[in-house]
Structures are given as C-alpha cells and as structure tokens.
C-alpha cells in the first residue's frame, strides 16, 4: 500500500497545533536526541518535500511514552504522527538495520529477536503448566516475548507462574502456538504487520476457548486493550490480578522482606492506561516492605526509553540515559529495590545499575519476584 | 368568501438567494391556491420591503401574508407589526422558514429549491386557515429578583433599587461579594479591590429597596415574565442575625481548634464551626457551619459558643424556612467555579505546597489574608524564583476548551504583585498573550520593563529536584527545552462553570451552551437575554469575563429589567388552549399532562377548563384529549393537518 505522507496533517489532525510546546516540554528524550515534537509537528504541514525530513535519525529517537499527546491541549496525535511517518519509512525500505532485523524476525519466528518458535515455551517445561490445545482451561497467560526468550525475563514468567499455582488459578498458555503481540511492531512503523499479528492472535485466542487473558507486559496488554480491533475477550495486567488476589484473600503474603522498596510505573502500564494503584496496592501489602514514591511518578513518571522499538534501535541519543537518572533517584530516596511491572523497564533499569556503578545499591526487580519472595 | 393571499419571498442577500432559486419560488407560489400575488425581494425585513408588503395590502386587498425567509424568531414581529399597520389581524401572517430549515443547511441549488416549494406550499395551506385572534395584555409585578451576590449581583440589585424598585437579592454563601471579595489587587490599575468594592457591599446592606437574603438558595421557580413566583430556601445559620453583633465571641469560644479549610482563604487558613467569613463580611454576622460543627454533625459539644454570646445570638434549633415570592423579572448571576487543578496532575497540585492556583495567590497577597499579604512559603521564608503558569484548565481539550479571557492580566497582576513584593526572578510561561482590554497592553509593556521573564511555552509539567520545584516546558521561540527552578509556582487556574450550572438552569428553565455556562439569548445582539422571557444573565454565569465587562454586563441586565417593568403590563401571547365543553367528557387526562398546572376541574358541571392566564400554549392537553375538546389557538387541528399535507404534497 502506498502511504502518502501529505495526509499525514489531516490523519494526524497537526493543523490544530497552537505551538504551545507542551509536547517537547514534556518529552522524555528532550534532552537525549534533537527530536523537537511541536517543530515536527509545523515542519510536516509546511515542508513540500517531506522525505528529507523523515530521514532524521532522531524520529527513531521516540520511545511512544504518549506523554505529548496526553498532555497535547489541541488534540494533536503525535505519537500517531511518529508511528505514520515510521511506517512511510518502513514501505520504503529506509528503516535503521535493527529494526529492520526485529521486523523480518518477528515476520519469521514470531518474536522480534529471532529465536526459534519451537522453542518458544521452552522455559514453562518442568512447571507444570497447561498447554492451551494440549488441555483446557478459560484464563490465558499471554507470556510474550520478552518474558519467553530473554533469561533475565524469564525469571518473571516463572515467578507468575509460581504464583498463579499458589492462589489455584486455573490457567494456562499458548506455548509454541503463541506469538508476538505487535504493539512494539506496529510502533516501528511495520503496520500491515501489526495487523496480520492481532488478526491471527485473536482468531487463535478465539478458537482456544478462552474467556480472559492475563499479560507480563503492559505492552502486550496495551495492545490487546486498545488496538486489536476485534478481540471480545476481557484483557488484564498481572499487577491487576494479584493485587484482587491479595485483595480477596486467595493469595497470603506471610514472608516479611525487609527491605525499601520504590516503583517505576511503566507507561504502557501508567500514564497511558491509568493502571496506577494495583502495583503500589502489592508493593504495600508485602510484610517489612518500606515504599517510598520517587518525585515523578504516575502521571509524571520518567519513561525508562524502553518502549516504542527503542529496544531494537541503536544509538539516536546521547547524554545520560533516563534509567540512570531513575536509578539515581532511587538511590537518593534510600530504596534498595527498584520495582517495576514490565519486561522493558526491567531491562533498560538493569542495564542503567551497571552504568551506574550501583550495582552493590540498587538491585531491579520485578513486582512478581517479590510477591513469590514473599509468599 | 375567498382568500387573497400574498406570498413574499426573501432572498437574505445570498443567504438564502445563493442556494435556493427565489425567482422560480414566486412564479410557483403564484400556482398555489388562494394566492393572488407573489413576489421575491433582496432584503424583505428592510423598509422598502415592509413597504412592498404594505403596499399590496392596501391596493391588492391581500389579506393573508405568507413571508418565506428566516426564522420566525428572528422577523415573525417585524412582519406581524406590518399587517397590524396595515389594519389587518397580525395572526394571519405565517412564516415558512427557507433560510435556517432550507437554504444554510442544503449546497444542491436543484433540490434545495425543491425543498422551499414545499416548505412554502405548506405555510400557504396553514395561512388559509389561520384566524384572527387578539393579544392579551397581564400586568407586571414590579419586583425583581437578583440571584447571586457578586460584583455582578450587587452592581445589578443597586441599579434596579436606586431607580426605586424593590429587589431581593439572594446569595448562596453567608457573605455577599463573591469571587472580587477574596481579590487582592485588580488590574491593569492596581486598585486594591477592598478600596473599591466595600463601598458598593455596605451600600447593599444599607439600601431599603435591597432585600438581602444569605445562606439561600432558589428552589423553585413558577409562572411568566412579568408574573413569576419564586420559592426561596432560606437555610438556618443557627444564629439570629437581628441579635448578632459581628463581636467574633462566639469564634474564640468555639471548641473546634484546629479548625477546616476556610473556603474564603482558598484552604489557604482555617476557621472554626461558628465563624465570621473575612473581617469586612457584609452582613458581619457569625454563622455555624453544620457539617464541622460537633453539636450539629455528633450531636455533642458543651456548646461554649453559645455561652459566649452575651447578645444570645445562637439558636440550634434554628430550621431552614421556605420564601415565596411574586417578581416581575430575574436577574442571574451565579457567577464562575475556578478550575481544579487536581484534574491535570502533571502540575503535582496538591503534592507540593508551594504550588497555588491564581486565587490561592490572591489571599497570600491581600493584606487581609492569612500572611497579611506577604508573599511567603510555608517555612517563613521568601521565594527566590517563582513561575506563574497560563492556560491552567483553559484552552485545554483535557480540561475546558473556552479561554478563560482574564487568566493572563491576572497572572501578569500577580507577578507584578509578587516581584514587588520579593523581588525574586519571575518566569511567565505562556502560550498567547490575551491583554485585550482598555489600558492592559499598556500593563503587559509596564511589567516587562519590571523585568519579569517571558516565556513562550505552555508548562509542561512540575516535579522536585534537589529540594527545588522544576517547571518544565519549551522555550518555543528558542526551540530548546528548558527546565527552571523556581521556589513557587502559581497556576493560571482557569474559570469553569459552576458545578451545580445544570441544575440552575433546570430551576429557571434556562439553557447553557456547550462550555457549560448559561447561554445568552443572541450572542451579539442579546447579550444578557435568556431563552426565557424576563430573565437575565450577568457576570461570568454566562461566560468568562474581566471585572468592567462584568459590572457593564450587570448594568445591561438592570437596564433591561427596568425597561420591562417601567411599562406595567405587557403584551402576552393568545396561543393558549382552550377546551369545549361541549365536546369535554371530563376524563382529567389533560390536567394530568399540563405541566403547568393551567387546567382547573369544574365539579359543577364535571368538565376541565383552561386558565388563560397560566396557559404557556404548549399544546400537550390538545395532544391528549381523547375527544379533540382541547384547542390550541394558531395551532388547530386543522391548521396543521393542512400544513403536514402540504408539506407531504
């Protein structure tokens, strides 16, 4: 199909921008990347000749926290904006190689990294898990990707797992069958893609019986909330079904932990579907844990620059990384723990101890590891 | 006898010429039966086009007059006034609107064309069978009826009552004043609003034809213009205002130390159960809030208040009273909310205290406020930096999408307020600079040779750093992103409408527009109207306004007030219902239906009868009635069955 970019102004609605630059203001790569939202936003709607423009290394700069466009007083679709010309890009041919590797991966072996599809649930194999297809079951475990191949994340899938058996949840996952959600895809730009990943995922949710589905990553969970078109099927993040397990009594957290503990609220997960209190309602229930809230959080948080394919790009910023700046935070604040609900932060905050130096200080964990310590 | 009809046909300019073919649209009006003459104009409701009409009437002997133009709202009196000028009854004119129903709603020339042929064979059927009918006149109570106590209130009850009417003034809070009370300064003159205002409060309480009622509420609102009968809800104060001094005893004594929020400080200070709402209160008079008092709200207290009152004021038992009132004309003025900055949480409001709205700025400044005007953080000590933040819950499609029109002279105010008063570095950070009112470009140029900083860029959000707040936002004419320490930040908190708006206008049967505020009848030409006869809006119930534009606004709405009583009758519509007892079976289902109780039962002869006088001419019991014995004047059965038909024709 081909895209042209001059209906971006309408698509996008860029003419009712009043240049008030909350978008930049807000951005939480401002500092990081040249990437000037509102100048973006003027520079498409008056330059004739827009591919030049649309070659600007700093357009893969973008993490899609959504900060712009929620604060946005004009209702200008910024993010939107970011994903069309992504996707103009990607019809072209012109996306940066690793993203274009992360694309044809994901079209291949069903995940953006290339590991093999059979081996996909490989780290479920002596837990016990039913295997939707092999057996029955009304709640789905949507792992994702993340979660099913990297070795740190796996460690939250197993901890989840351990979990949903403790508080006798009847559940079970997709194994080999499941495949990329999409949403990171369709934020790269590779929109036909997107839509062939949530048409096959809901026709194989569909035919699998299910009545729930249950996510790792507010991700994966965005995705199947707002942008599969057709999905019936009521979606929630794990922080939203531990915290109602804790809440009705089924699951009993009786270890005490001892320790401090702050929250790093994913976007995906936060400021762009509201999901706020469930993790703070589980950090709090933990016996001895001592939560402290860093300065910007919920609606303010500091976006960890994991989302948006930006874990598949390379370089486009410079200066220090807004995961330091978080780590740092909560080193300041006397947390021992970093806690946070998704896959990516997980990562980038991890990778941001070691630059650091905090290594013996701040140790990251997920929310789910610390409920099984707990339990 | 036969009809000579004339049809008229308006071509607005090209508002209706442009879309609809008026030409054509004669010569088919000439076809129609009963039509003697038919012709188009450019501008019918002009003199020359009365005129036409006029003319036709004397040489032709027309004696029914069909005008296709606009809406009847806007010319059906101009055009009746002809006919009546002409001898004729005013009632056999109809208008068939082509321009709202026809040609602003349609682009097809072709069919819209079509359509204003039926439009206009529909209104010439009805006028055929239209009768003469004679407009009845009711007397006017000369009475008026101010609702809101506020600058717009008070400037609105003074006018009325020095021309020597009796007005009741009723005001929801225990003090008259409103919003202007808590004012500090005023812009662009720097007025201390006290200096200006108390004058005008103490003359409210002083005025023999102002009935001042605090702590009310209208509840209920009957009748029509000239005839309106008003139930007021007078809620108990618990203290007996003819014996209260205004001592403040009663305030020392009460037990409730630590106090709640004072609504009047902006949360900014507290008051105790029984207090004094600010030192110039009008009236000065204690009163008891019920909900924090311990007496009224646990039902336990040693009641010290009431030991300390030697004018024994105090009276719990005290209940609210209900108020009937007959008044010729309403005037609204309800007034604004302000924003609630809650509602966009990126600006950490309610997180970090050094963070005010515009109005929690006014009581830190004004000399009567809890610092006594010193511009102060919460530990003593004085702001170095301080960022005034526009367009707060304004020009914001997240919060309210009107401009609050005064946020941006009041933000300058305050920042010219508080670099004289801290000399810190003061950042505005704004998005367009709306300084449009007499003497306040001049303002905007005064305060930036004070040196406070502009910056163009809405704030972005507010978070602490190293124990110092940090606005975020784009410096846009740089294109850089910025981040400014500051010690204090006031929020440019826009003005919304107030929260229980809709049920008000349920009360007055009044409208509001789409940004919540009460709608003026005509945007342009009237201004201070309502869709409601012998009601009016002034001040911000209707819309953002500054202080003059307010005052003007009020002075327009008793202007108009006045101009409706000083005629002592008026002119009523003759299109109530009627019902024949001949053909009535007394089966009460229109007495039911009326809503406003117009329909009496006669026992005697055991059939319902239409009061004229409470008759609205709604047309529900014509609707009803079983036995078609309800009619409508102008609106028979036959009358718009010939309509329908033409129409479908």
């Known amino acids: 199909m081909k895209i042209d970019p001059k209906t971006f102004v309408k698509d996008y609605q860029l003419n009712v921008c009043i240049q008030c630059g909350t978008c930049t203001g807000g951005c939480p790569v401002k500092f990081r990347s040249p990437l000037n939202m509102r100048r973006l936003v003027r520079e498409t709607i008056f330059t004739a000749n827009l591919s030049p423009l ?70 479920a194999k002596d837990l016990g898990v039913k295997i939707l297809g092999e057996a029955t079951t009304e709640t789905l475990l949507y792992v994702g990707c993340a979660p099913s191949y990297d070795p740190r994340v796996q460690n939250v899938s197993t901890a989840l797992v351990k979990i949903l058996q403790k508080a006798d949840i009847d559940f079970g996952i997709l194994g080999k069958k499941e495949s990329c959600c999409g949403n990171e895809i369709k934020r790269m730009g590779e929109q036909a893609l997107f839509k062939k990943l949530a048409k096959d995922n809901t026709n194989l949710f569909k035919k699998s019986g299910i009545k729930r589905i249950i996510t790792i990553s507010p991700h994966c969970f965005n995705a199947f909330k707002n942008e599969y078109p057709d999905l019936a099927i009521p979606v929630q993040h794990y922080t939203q079904v531990i915290a109602d397990l804790i809440e009705t009594g089924k699951l009993k957290l009786s270890k005490a932990l001892n320790l401090s503990a702050t929250y790093q609220d994913p976007c995906f997960l936060g400021k762009q579907n509201l999901v706020f209190d469930e993790p703070r309602k589980i950090l709090t229930s933990i016996p001895g844990l001592e939560f402290a809230e860093m300065e910007r959080s919920k609606h303010r948080s500091l976006c960890c620059e994991g989302g948006g394919g930006r874990m598949w790009a390379e370089g486009g910023t410079e200066g220090i990384r807004n995961g330091e700046i978080r780590i740092k935070e909560a080193h300041a604040l006397g947390a021992k723990v970093m806690a946070t609900a998704c896959p990516f932060c997980l990562l980038t905050l991890e990778d941001a101890v070691k630059i650091s130096g905090l290594t013996d200080q701040v140790v990251v964990k997920d929310i789910s590891e610390l409920v099984v310590e707990a339990m | ?11 607005c300019g090209t508002n209706i010429a442009a879309t609809v073919d008026c030409n054509e649209l ?76 026809c040609s602003w709603v349609h682009q097809d020339r072709e069919r819209a064309t079509e359509k204003a042929r039926h439009i206009l064979r529909a209104a010439v059927a009805r006028v055929l069978r239209q009768e003469a009918l004679t407009a009845r006149r009711v007397g006017i109570t000369p009475t008026v009826l101010v609702v809101g106590a506020g600058i717009a209130g008070i400037q609105a009850a003074l006018t009325i009552a020095n021309a020597g009417m009796k007005v009741s003034l009723v005001e929801r809070a225990p003090f008259i004043g409103g919003h202007m009370a808590q004012l500090d300064k005023t812009f662009p003159t720097l007025d201390c609003a006290s200096c200006i205002f108390t004058p005008k409060t103490v003359e409210v309480a002083r005025n023999n034809n102002i009935e ?74 204690a009163v008891v809030d019920k909900e924090s008092c311990l007496l009224l709200s646990k039902g336990k207290c040693k009641k010290s208040c009431v030991e300390a009152c030697k004018a024994t004021a105090i009276d719990f038992d005290q209940k609210e009273e209900m108020i009937e009132k007959e008044v010729g004309s309403i005037i609204i003025a309800t007034g604004y909310d302000p924003f609630d900055p809650h509602l966009l949480p990126q600006y950490g409001y309610g997180v970090y205290d050094p963070i005010v709205t515009g109005l929690q700025f006014e009581r830190l400044s004004s000399p009567s406020g809890p610092t006594q005007g010193e511009i102060l953080l919460k530990d003593g000590s004085v702001p170095k930096a301080i960022a005034f933040l526009h367009c707060i819950g304004s020009r914001d499609e997240n919060a309210n999408l009107h401009c609050s029109r005064i946020c941006c002279m009041a933000s300058m105010k305050q920042a010219h307020l508080a670099k004289e008063k801290t000399g810190a570095e003061i950042y505005e950070f704004y998005i367009d600079m709306n300084a449009f009112g007499k003497g306040y470009q001049e303002f905007y140029k005064r305060v930036r040779e004070e040196g406070i900083y502009f910056i163009r860029g809405k704030g972005s959000e507010i978070f602490k750093r190293d124990g110092r707040l940090v606005v975020a936002a784009e410096d846009t004419l740089l294109g850089t992103p910025i981040e400014i320490n500051v010690d204090m930040v006031v929020l440019g908190t826009g003005l919304t409408a107030r929260r229980d708006a809709e049920r008000v206008a ?37 819309g953002p306004k500054d202080i003059p534009d307010t005052v003007a606004q009020a002075s327009a709405a008793a202007a108009e007030v006045m101009s409706l009583l000083t005629k002592g009758e008026i002119e009523v519509e003759p299109t109530t219902a009627s019902i024949d007892p001949d053909l009535c079976a007394g089966c009460k289902l229109c007495i039911e239906i009326c809503p406003y109780s117009a329909i009496d039962f006669l026992e005697m002869k055991g059939i319902s009868a239409v009061n004229e006088a409470l008759c609205k001419g709604c047309g529900a019991c014509t609707a009803i009635c079983p036995n078609k014995a309800a009619r409508q004047n102008h609106f028979t059965q036959d009358q718009v069955l010939a309509e329908v038909e033409g129409l479908a024709g």
């Not at chain 2, 009460?254 to 200070?269: H, I, N, R, T, Y």
């Open chain 2, 26 to 101: 004669a010569r088919f009006a000439g076809t129609l039966p009963g039509v003697k003459i038919a012709r188009d104009y450019r501008y019918l409701c002009s003199d020359p086009g009365q005129d036409l009409i006029k003319k036709d009437i004397r040489e032709l002997s027309i004696d029914r007059v069909v005008v296709a133009a606009c809406s009847p709202r806007m010319h059906e009196m101009t055009f009746r006034n002809v006919l009546s000028a002409e001898g004729l009854n005013p009632y056999f004119l109809n208008i068939a609107n082509i321009r709202e129903q």
């Open chain 2, 506 to 542: 349920q009360v007055f049967g009044i409208s509001r527009s789409a940004d919540g505020f009460f709608m003026e009848a005509h945007p342009k030409l009237r201004p201070v109207a309502t869709n409601v006869d012998g009601i009016f809006l002034a001040g911000c119930c209707q």
């Open chain 2, 212 to 285: 001042l009622l605090v702590c009310s509420d209208v509840a209920e609102v009957k009748g029509y213009v000239g005839n309106f009968t008003v139930t007021i809800k007078k809620n108990p104060t618990f203290v007996d205002f003819s014996r209260c001094t205004g001592c403040g005893d009663c305030t020392e004594a009460c037990v409730l130390k630590k106090g709640v929020p004072s609504d009047f400080e902006e949360s900014m200070a507290t008051r105790r159960a029984i207090y004094i709402p600010f030192p110039q209160a009008v009236p000065l008079k």
């Open chain 1, 54 to 123: 649309f070659k600007r290394p700093e357009l893969w700069a973008c993490t899609t926290c959504s900060t712009c466009s929620l604060r946005c007083p004009a209702g200008v679709k910024n993010v939107e904006l970011i994903m069309g010309i992504r996707n103009f890009l990607a019809n072209q041919g012109e996306v940066p190689s690793t993203i274009r590797d992360a694309l044809e991966n994901t079209l291949l072996q069903g995940n953006p990294w290339g590991r093999f599809r059979d081996r996909r649930a490989d780290w």
């Open chain 2, 1 to 11: 006898m036969k009809q000579k009809i004339g049809v008229y046909i308006c071509h």
